[in-house]
């Protein structure tokens, strides 16, 4: 494959959307930020500049990084932040991926403004699976706050409240003419009648998984998490933060002006949510500029049926690298819990990683930061910065009942931990992810670094080995999936890629509450089964 070289400066950039001025944090001064293109098996090289007096690192979200975890880009997972003005490298190799890929910020929740799109197309001569788009456009759906990020984190964990509300969804960062102040503020993808468009769906929001539609059209998705599936044209689409979406759309109907909105799915919300939706246009040539656009319908907030049904037909292309027998069983409940320092009972411990209500935890763990990245800590062996003991099973198993329609276990207290699983190179494993909470349950999207896995099984309630059903012929192959609210899924994957590998729940805000966890895959026998040297100008903490 070529080299691709780009060059970051993260920078302060001002801008002034629905009518207010305010300074954010972007790459190169854009929003989103700069779009990476290459071809499979193509060398990515980006050098980042930290110009701004902010930490800063770059996650590329849905890259495998094969032998370059020093380029995964987690916070004190595979490395130390760049500080104000430092500089990293940041090199890897699309090995055998391609698709919708998306890079962002993984420090505090900077990735609200400091994201953009990574496409990767296929190798050289290679067409796609499906027919060839007449063209292709990208849309990075968004949260747009008025407060600064990083200073919302601060208040949000420190109010002890839940997720903010943002002050407008965003499309390509517009808003549309649904918010106030922002009628001609509007996102429009020019459409030619009767050709076929791809559009690529990326959910770059930090805390609100979304649902996406287009008047009058059907949207059939031909990629999921940068791999290819079967064509399937869903009733409803979801995507949560931290996925990817490629559809093919047919300008098929009458000519006009057709909006394309996106509105929240908001799974633990049991009273009415009130949202403005965020509007695009989808507009035929011919279509007056002036027409009234048609309206676009989007489920209610809480439809968990639509979401159901778009993943109930979610089917990998070829499921190539599943494996059919397991080395290692996992079972993690994941969740949110009370912090119990406000509880009332002498008994409760006060362990929740900040003083709100709320706290997060996989295995009644809630993760602790370290001081120094858990990737220098393992390979140079220093200790003191992690333990290698994170519970198979969570702790308070004993409350859990199997297969139970009360997903709720009695008690999932949370002690805070920084505690990792090592996995044996090569290891096949199945993890159970079991969605908990004493206060709610809720749809999470879980992340894993350095890894697609596939989802061979998912439900509602609690988990039940003895009669869970699992797809072993074409489960979707996902880095990113939504664990049913209240429910379980099942995911594989196959251990080979040496390094530390970052776990946790796509909502930003969970993250902040300690909703994580980190695998250490050992190094195999073969010089491309063993993580090569850190590069020269890895940052030190
Ligand atoms: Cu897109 Cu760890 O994140």
């Not at 070289?5 to 001025?21: N, R």
């Not at 997720?163 to 001609?184: K, Q």
């Not at 994170?390 to 997903?407: E, M, R």
Request: with cysteine.
């Amino acid at each position: 494959g070529l080299t691709r070289f780009y060059d970051f400066k993260v920078q302060t950039t001002g801008i002034t959307k629905l009518c207010k001025s305010k300074q954010i944090i972007t790459i190169n001064g854009k929003f989103p930020g700069p779009v990476i293109t290459a071809n499979e098996d193509d060398r990515i090289i980006v050098k980042v500049t930290n110009e701004t007096p902010q930490n800063a690192t770059i996650h590329w979200h849905g890259v495998m990084q094969r032998l370059t975890c020093w380029a995964d880009g987690p916070v004190y997972v595979t490395q130390c932040p760049i500080r104000p003005g430092e500089t990293y490298t940041y090199e890897f190799t699309m090995v055998g991926q391609r698709g919708t890929f998306f890079w962002h910020a993984h420090v505090s929740w900077l990735r609200a403004t400091v994201h953009g799109a990574l496409v990767v197309y296929p190798k050289r001569g290679v067409p796609y699976p499906f027919p060839h788009p007449y063209e292709e456009h990208i849309l990075v759906l968004g949260e747009y706050f008025f407060r600064n990020a990083v200073k919302l984190e601060r208040a949000v964990l420190a109010s002890g409240g839940g997720a903010p509300r943002a002050d407008a969804y965003i499309i390509n960062a517009h808003p549309g003419p649904r918010y106030n102040c922002s009628a001609t503020d509007v996102e429009t993808i020019d459409v030619v009648p009767g050709k076929t468009y791809l559009l690529r769906l990326i959910n770059a929001g930090l805390n609100n998984e979304l649902f996406f539609s287009i008047a009058n059209h059907k949207l059939t998705i031909v990629e999921s998490d940068a791999e290819y599936t079967k064509p399937f044209t869903p009733e409803r689409l979801m995507i949560a933060p931290g996925q990817t979406i490629n559809v093919l759309v047919k300008a098929d109907q009458p000519i006009g002006k057709y909006e394309m909105a996106v509105g929240p799915y908001m799974s633990a919300q049991n009273v009415p949510f009130q949202n403005i939706s965020a509007v695009a246009h989808f507009q035929y040539s011919g279509a007056s500029l002036t027409s009234l656009s048609q309206p676009a319908q989007l489920p209610a907030f809480n439809d968990n049926l639509a979401v159901k049904s778009h993943m109930d037909g979610l089917r990998s292309l070829n499921a190539t690298y599943l494996p059919l027998e397991i080395d290692s069983n996992l079972f993690f409940t994941i969740g949110l819990n009370e912090n119990q320092c406000n509880r009332k009972n002498p008994n409760r411990t006060c362990q929740a990683p900040n003083r709100g209500i709320f706290a997060a935890a996989m295995n009644n763990i809630s993760f602790v930061r370290p001081s120094l990245s858990l990737l220098q800590a393992y390979y140079y062996d220093i200790q003191g910065y992690y333990t290698p003991n994170f519970p198979k099973k969570p702790l308070k198993i004993y409350d859990f009942v199997y297969g139970a329609p009360n997903n709720a276990p009695i008690d999932t207290s949370a002690m805070k931990g920084t505690k990792v699983t090592v996995l044996e190179f090569g290891t096949k494993v199945q993890l159970v992810l079991q969605d908990t909470g004493t206060i709610t349950t809720e749809n999470h999207p879980m992340h894993l670094h350095g890894y697609s896995f596939y989802v061979v099984g998912y439900g509602t309630g609690n988990y039940n080995p003895l009669n869970a059903k699992l797809n072993l012929v074409d489960p979707p192959y996902m880095n990113t999936f939504g664990v049913p609210v209240g429910g379980w899924a099942a995911i594989r994957f196959v251990a080979n890629n040496p390094g530390v590998w970052f776990l946790h729940c796509h909502l930003d805000l969970h993250l902040s509450w300690g909703f994580s966890m980190a695998f250490i895959v050992k190094n195999g026998e073969g010089p491309l089964e063993t993580l090569p040297h850190p590069p020269a100008d890895l940052p030190k903490c």
